[in-house]
């Protein structure tokens, strides 16, 4: 039996504007607090505040985003949030001043937001239904090479006599060549129709929120949390075990294995469901982190690397396909903008509330907290989705 298309032209060029949107937001990311310390003597509580701003834009973007969509449609999104993108990406050449830089950093995690979900409604809304946990597991490859080559393209950049000029001249050529290719793009996806419309007349919540994606997208929020420990601290406990040099290839291991596994997770989820992949995902992901909870050697720490890469890394792929499955077709952008919402907030929070226990109980403390956080995810994720998704898989 033939399979349905999955690489299609319209599927390339939408990873593709992920891809370098997830640049662009990691490269200013890791160089952004330097710009604002160097260029406006900032204080460090300042230019973290410069660096994180922009997740808050990218949370308040995601919530108008599922909205937008019921009204305007994707396609229109999308060019909003890739014109808006490029707008702020230039004016960092205006940024006269801290405060003018803070909102701008605001404004384009709103931009980033906006496309970002646009880009992942688009793909749940183009990829066949027999290969949609695939397709999305590739999809969202196009983000981890970037969180790999971002961060590393920022540091060489740091280096270069005006970096900084170097950095904000590619954000703009960035956004222009994603505008370029979306425009080359002839993506057939549904407009909203005046049911669509009639239905966003319902309840405050399924305004904003798809209340079916929420199960799992708490799921997700708690996963989040689990690892954003290692996301903002891993240098400092590495620094701390006297594993610095190891820890420079922690993510490459980690982006390498998530690369190496994706492809086979997407498939058998498409084959037998969430379960056969998110179950083990998760008990791997908790060996994982006891693992690098305990790291006192490079290989130890490596081998963690992988662990959470093979856990975590599927597991929110896999999640991510969920939320769309469970929700009608007309309500994906809701339930691609849910997710993303509640996994950032984990992603969000996590930092901000360990750093306050952190001093109290050291990094090892934190980490091994986080094996129980992620083994209590288990049978909520079974109640919440697990005992159900037999269902999902012969509705699909």
Known sequence: MKKDRLWT????????????????FFLLMVTIASYA?????????????????????????????GRAISHIGTKKTLWIGLAFFAVTSLLYFFAVHISFLLVNRLLQGIAVGIASTATGTIIAQ???????GEGIGYYSLSAILATAIGPFLGMILLRLENGFTWIFTMNVVFSLICLLFYAMAKINVPLPST??????????????????????????????????GVLSF??????????????????????????LSRPFSGKLMDARGANIVTYPSLVIFAVGMLLFSQASTSWM????????????????????????????????????????????????????????IVPHTGYNTIFVGMVAFILFSIP???????????????AT
Do not use: C
């Open 126 to 132: 183009i990829l066949p239904a027999s290969r949609k």
């Open 195 to 228: 049911s669509v419309k009639e239905e966003a007349k319902g309840s405050m919540l399924s305004k904003f929120i798809e209340p079916k994606a929420l199960p799992i997208s708490f799921i997700a929020l708690l996963i989040g949390f689990s690892y954003s």
């Open 380 to 394: 909520l994720y079974h109640w919440l989705h697990g005992k159900r998704d037999r269902e999902l898989i012969r």
């Open 301 to 356: 720490l490596l081998l963690s690397a992988a662990l959470i890469g093979v856990g975590f890394g599927n597991f929110n792929s896999i999640a991510q396909t969920v939320a769309v499955k469970v929700t009608a077709p007309h309500r994906f952008g809701l339930a691609t903008s849910t997710y993303y919402i509640m996994y950032d907030l984990g992603l969000g929070i996590g930092p901000y509330l360990l750093g306050f």
């Open 234 to 259: 891993l240098s400092f406990y590495a620094e701390e075990i006297n594993l610095s040099p190891a820890s420079s290839y922690f993510f490459l291991v980690y982006a390498i294995v998530i690369i």
């Open 9 to 24: 032209k319209e599927f390339v060029i939408v990873s593709f504007i992920n891809f370098l949107l997830t640049l662009m």
């Open 37 to 65: 310390k160097t260029e406006f003597h900032a204080s460090t509580s300042l230019a973290g505040l410069v660096s994180s701003i922009f997740i808050i834009g990218a949370l308040i973007g995601r919530l108008l985003t």
